[in-house]
Structures are given as structure tokens and as C-alpha cells.
């Protein structure tokens, strides 16, 4: 009864309930458009794009569009561009000194990095129309073309459309964010994903009872493990997502040890800073090696083109996790300057209790992040290889059994957590009971 409390609650506060609305209409736009497919196309000749959208890497470009790339759909870009552009200028934003300078400037520094974004989000989206549409060309049968096979006039208006799309879906993404519940860009992504599940449940269904292989009672299991794997991760989720560096400040007056008590404090490190992060670079990089190994015709290539076409064989997850891994203290080393904080502590007249201020604590902060970042980046990589391991082990039909881990299940996580945090804050403010209970416990590392 206390579940149905909140949500009655949640409806007593009108700027929340105004935000909510927002965003599930805001949602529905876009799963709309997600359906809307492109001028010129046949839409009852989509079997071949279908078909490539149901294994492999091509699955999980669908995924992350919502569908949108099996329906040549005028979201079929998806959010995707936004995100590598918002990628591209971050890790530039390390190198180049007017970049570095906007970060340092507030809100009006991020308002131009934003503006950055964006115009890089439309050149991207420029880059990848064409490629899109040549996969269109390769896929479909010519019929499919209402307006000529290989006809410059689609081209040019199919780019411009898809340009449009993706912008579209970035107003949408950002409109979620300023004016509704949760992050904007993020909410899209889980959308697109949850959408996915019913027809890769039925799927199963269909493959386990229809077709008598296991039966029922296996399906019911794989339910089980399944609903277990998501509990786990949202307990992993929550409980690791800050360790703490006590820390104290020295004051002025009075007895020095006497000036400690009560002064403790704490900087918050993150076990998984990096978030979903080095799977989406990892993923990104496991496109290449099929790609270049195409290119050529010698046994050696098609071997390669093969292994990194099946996305749940073994050299495939091998260098997969690898990555992962690596990504992961790289980004972490680039989006938590230790030295900064360092820097910060000993400007406000902060130590770590047993190392000097400045280098050495910047160095023992280093070291800190080395050793908490190594579990978390393995947490990373055994959820992301976890689907390979369902498949080859119990036999799952491939497209249910990618929700069994990688970036669906720690986007479908995170993102529920995030959004349901900010409506409790809302909750909390107006004093009623959240949507999950908070603690203040923290682990400390001296």
C-alpha cells in the first residue's frame, strides 16, 4: 500500500506531475517517429533490413535506435550521432586549450560547449545518412525504392530527412532534460531498448513452448535468472557508487587536535566513475576489425570478418572485455582530475589525514581511483560478456538474451535509478516518503 501512497503523492505535487506528463508525451513523439518511415520507401519491403537487424551487430544498432534502422525509419540515426558528438567533444576538450577554457566557465561555457555539440551532432549525421542509405541500396530489393533505385533525389532528401530526425530527437532529448523528469538523452536510449523486449520475449516464448525446445519450465527458469541478474545489478548499482577519501580541514584557532574532531570529511570516488562509457567506446571499436577485414578477400580476412561478425563467439567477447577494461581507467583518467582536487584541498586548507598536501595527496588520490576503478571495470566487462555466456551455455535465442547483460541491462538500470533519485528529491522536498529509502552510510578509506 505504501507503493500506491507515493504514486498518489507523486500527482499531489503539480510541477512534478507537469514534468512526468512532459516527458511521457515527449517519449511517445518519439517512439512515434520511430515507426515513420522514410519518403520513397516501400514499407511492406523491409525484410532484408529486418533481417539484418535481428543478429549480430546489427541487433544492437536497432537496439539503440529503437527499431528505428529495421523500419528505415526517419529516426533511423537515432540519438546516436548526438552521443558520439558529445563524446568526440569531451575527449577534445583534454587537448584543446579553448575547450578546456569553456569547461572552466560555468554555465555560460557549457551553454557554448552544448552549441558545440550540436553543429558537430548535424556534420556527423551528414557523415552517416549516405551510409545509411548505401545499406539501404545493399539490403532492399530495388522495388523498394518508390522513387528509382539509386536515385540522387532520394540521396539528397532521405540525408536531409535523417539530418532532421536526429536533430528532432536531440530537441527531444534536451526539452526532457531542462522542462521533465530525468535525463533526456538517456530516457530516448531506454525507451528504444524497453521497446525491443516484448518481441525478443515472444520470441523465446515461441522458440521454448511453440516449438517444444526445453519446454515451459525452462522458459520460467531463464525468467528467474533473468529477474535476478537485474536485481543483482541494481543492488552492485547502488551500493558501489561512492567510496569515500576522508579528508579534514585545519583551522586557525584553538588546540590543533581538538581542531580536527568533528572536521572530518569526505571526497566522494566513484567505483564506477565511467559509467556505461567503456562499453559504448568498446562497442564502437569492435565494429573495425569486420569492417576492414571485408575488404579483402584472403582467408586470413574472412577468418577475422567471421569471428568479429558473431558477436557471442569467444575472441569476439575476448578482446571485447579487454577494451572494456582498458576504457575504463582511460576514462576515468581523463573525467576525474585527482590532481585538481588536490590542488582544491590545499587551496581550502584540506589533507588527507597521513599525506602532505598537494603532489603526494594528488598521487594518493591517483592510486585510490587505480585500485577501485580495476573491480568496477570488471564488473563492466563480465556484464557485457554475460549474453555470450547465456547464449552458448542454455541455448537462448540471441536477441532475448542480450537483455541478460551489456549496455541494455546497465542503461535500463541506470537510468530507472537516476530517474527515480530525482523524483524522490522532489518527494523528499515536499515532505513525503520517496520511492526507495536513502542511507548515509559510507565506506572510508584512510
Given amino acids: 500500500m505504501k507503493f500506491f501512497s507515493t504514486i498518489s503523492n507523486i500527482w499531489k505535487i503539480q510541477e512534478l506531475k507537469n514534468r512526468i506528463l512532459l516527458t511521457l508525451v515527449m517519449l511517445l513523439v518519439y517512439r512515434f517517429g520511430a515507426q515513420v518511415t522514410l519518403p520513397g520507401i516501400d514499407a511492406t519491403q523491409l525484410q532484408g533490413l529486418t533481417d539484418q537487424a535481428d543478429k549480430g551487430i546489427g541487433w544492437l544498432i536497432n537496439v539503440f535506435t529503437g527499431g528505428a534502422f529495421s523500419q528505415a525509419s526517419v529516426f533511423a540515426l537515432g540519438i546516436m550521432p548526438y552521443i558520439s558528438a558529445s563524446i568526440v567533444v569531451q575527449l577534445m576538450g583534454i587537448a584543446i586549450p579553448y575547450l578546456q577554457k569553456l569547461q572552466n566557465e560555468g554555465e555560460s561555457g557549457r551553454k557554448k560547449m552544448n552549441q558545440i555539440?550540436?553543429?558537430?551532432?548535424?556534420?556527423?549525421?551528414?557523415?552517416?545518412?549516405?551510409?545509411?542509405?548505401?545499406?539501404?541500396?545493399?539490403?532492399?530489393?530495388?522495388?523498394?525504392?518508390?522513387?528509382?533505385?539509386?536515385?540522387?533525389?532520394?540521396?539528397?532528401?532521405?540525408?536531409?530527412?535523417?539530418?532532421?530526425?536526429?536533430?528532432?530527437?536531440?530537441?527531444?532529448?534536451?526539452?526532457?532534460?531542462?522542462?521533465?523528469?530525468?535525463?533526456?538523452?538517456?530516457?530516448?536510449?531506454?525507451?528504444?531498448?524497453?521497446?525491443?523486449?516484448?518481441?525478443?520475449?515472444i520470441q523465446e516464448f515461441s522458440s521454448r513452448v511453440v516449438e517444444n525446445n526445453g519446454g515451459p519450465m525452462l522458459l520460467v527458469f531463464e525468467i528467474i535468472i533473468w529477474l535476478?541478474?537485474?536485481?543483482?545489478?541494481?543492488?552492485?548499482?547502488?551500493?558501489?557508487?561512492?567510496?569515500?577519501?576522508?579528508?579534514?580541514?585545519?583551522?586557525?584557532?584553538?588546540?590543533?587536535?581538538k581542531s580536527l574532531m568533528g572536521s572530518r570529511q569526505y571526497i566522494p570516488l566513484k567505483l564506477n566513475a565511467s559509467?556505461?562509457?567503456?562499453?559504448?567506446?568498446?562497442?564502437?571499436?569492435?565494429?573495425?576489425?569486420?569492417?576492414v577485414a571485408g575488404l579483402s578477400n584472403s582467408e586470413a580476412a574472412q577468418s577475422i570478418n567471421t569471428e568479429f561478425q558473431n558477436i557471442f563467439g569467444f575472441w569476439y567477447n575476448f578482446v571485447f572485455a579487454v577494451l572494456i577494461i582498458t576504457f575504463t581507467f582511460f576514462y576515468t583518467a581523463i573525467t576525474v582530475p585527482t590532481n585538481k582536487m588536490a590542488d582544491d584541498l590545499k587551496r581550502s586548507n584540506g589533507f588527507v589525514p597521513g599525506v602532505r598536501p598537494g603532489a603526494e595527496t594528488g598521487d594518493y588520490l591517483d592510486r585510490i581511483m587505480s585500485l577501485i576503478t580495476f573491480p568496477g571495470s570488471l564488473f563492466l566487462a563480465a556484464i557485457a560478456v554475460f549474453p555470450a555466456i547465456v547464449v552458448n551455455l542454455m541455448d537462448v535465442q540471441p536477441s532475448w538474451a542480450?537483455?541478460?547483460?551489456?549496455?541494455?541491462?546497465?542503461?535500463?538500470?541506470?537510468?530507472?535509478?537516476?530517474?527515480?533519485?530525482?523524483?524522490?528529491?522532489?518527494?523528499?522536498?515536499?515532505?513525503?516518503?520517496?520511492?526507495?529509502k536513502t542511507g548515509k552510510n559510507r565506506k572510508s578509506i584512510a
Avoid: C
Fill in 228 to 257: 535476478l541478474i537485474i536485481v543483482a545489478t541494481i543492488l552492485l548499482v547502488m551500493a558501489v557508487r561512492k567510496i569515500q577519501v576522508q579528508y579534514a580541514r585545519r583551522t586557525v584557532s584553538g588546540d590543533y587536535e
Fill in 402 to 436: 542480450l537483455f541478460y547483460g551489456g549496455t541494455s541491462l546497465l542503461i535500463l538500470v541506470g537510468v530507472a535509478i537516476d530517474t527515480i533519485q530525482q523524483v524522490n528529491s522532489y518527494l523528499l522536498n515536499k515532505h513525503y516518503d520517496g520511492l526507495m
Fill in 117 to 201: 555539440t550540436r553543429w558537430l551532432t548535424i556534420l556527423l549525421t551528414l557523415v552517416q545518412g549516405p551510409g545509411y542509405i548505401y545499406n539501404l541500396y545493399k539490403t532492399l530489393p530495388a522495388e523498394a525504392f518508390l522513387l528509382g533505385f539509386n536515385s540522387f533525389s532520394f540521396l539528397f532528401t532521405s540525408v536531409i530527412v535523417l539530418t532532421t530526425g536526429t536533430i528532432f530527437a536531440m530537441w527531444l532529448g534536451e526539452k526532457i532534460t531542462d522542462k521533465g523528469i530525468g535525463n533526456g538523452i538517456s530516457l530516448l536510449i531506454m525507451v528504444g531498448i524497453i521497446a525491443r523486449l516484448p518481441q525478443s520475449f
Fill in 275 to 291: 559509467g556505461v562509457m567503456p562499453i559504448i567506446f568498446a562497442q564502437a571499436i569492435m565494429f573495425i576489425p569486420a569492417s
